[in-house]
């Protein structure tokens, strides 16, 4: 299944969909709610955020609509301390290519789908439902966005799921962070596995089934987290804002060639 698979016209769309639009040449994607009336609610970085203190905030710095000169009438501002925003669809495709998430997905296919961030073994909740917590977080925010574990697709991950990783020191929702941190990982734990085979195919072939294997136990309806709890996003804005939940900015990490 190629990066087209989950591609949808604007005509198909419906209140409560997850949708996204790939990034700085498909290293990247940025993920919303489409609330009807051509409206999508979406978490950006352009309110205050806790970022990851390497190159990779340069590299994804793209993952935001672009700003144009003259402002969007329809689009609305970050409110202080929060990024979750209000965008007409075109200022969130920012010229883009309109993707939907897959829901309730089969294990065969999400193993097939090798790129992360476009699909989920979880289960939707109701189109209101998703649009009363998006609508809601539109007010009252979703945290700090950190790229590895509060980012833009564990916005929408959260809305369409209601679905929390409360552990902070583990991967959020989102694929997109398993993916960027998977690929590497995958080598380093099949490294073992070359002491059983001097082919460049069988080591090849042992790195993607580690890859596969950590997708898989990550995702957030896979049944094998324990970090994971449904949460109301009323009590998830009340957790936030006495302290019960937060975004801990992760240790720097020097950027390479220093």
């Not at 790129?115 to 989920?120: D, K, L, N, S």
């Not at 909740?125 to 697709?153: Q, W």
């Amino acid at each position: 299944m190629g990066l087209l698979s989950n591609r949808v016209d604007r005509a198909s769309l419906k209140p409560g969909d997850h949708i996204y639009s790939w990034r700085a040449a498909y290293v990247y994607a940025h993920h919303g709610i489409y609330v009807g009336d051509d409206k999508v609610i979406h978490f950006t970085r352009r309110g205050r955020e806790v970022g990851t203190g390497t190159f990779v905030d340069f590299l994804l710095v793209s993952s935001g609509p672009s700003r144009s000169l003259v402002p969007c009438e329809t689009c609305t501002p970050p409110e202080e301390g929060h990024g979750v925003v209000s965008s007409c669809l075109n200022c969130f495709l920012s010229g883009g290519i309109l993707y939907r998430f897959d829901y309730s997905v089969t294990p065969a296919l999400f193993l097939a789908k090798a790129r992360g961030g476009t699909c989920t073994l979880a289960d939707s909740d109701p189109s209101e439902v998703v649009v009363h917590r998006a609508n809601y977080l539109l007010e009252n925010g979703f945290g700090f966005y950190n790229v590895f574990k509060n980012n833009c697709e564990d916005f929408a991950i959260y809305c369409k799921t209601g679905l929390l990783v409360l552990d902070q020191g583990a991967i959020g929702q989102g694929g997109q962070a398993v993916s960027i941190v998977g690929g590497p990982l995958a080598a380093v734990l099949s490294a073992p596995l070359r002491l059983l085979t001097t082919n460049i195919y069988g080591m090849a072939a042992s790195a993607v089934v580690v890859y596969c294997a950590s997708r898989y136990a990550a995702d957030i309806g896979s049944g094998m987290r324990g970090d994971v709890v449904k949460i109301s996003a009323e009590d998830l804005t009340s957790r936030l804002a006495i302290g019960l939940l937060q975004v801990i900015e992760p240790p720097s990490l020097p950027a390479p060639g220093s």
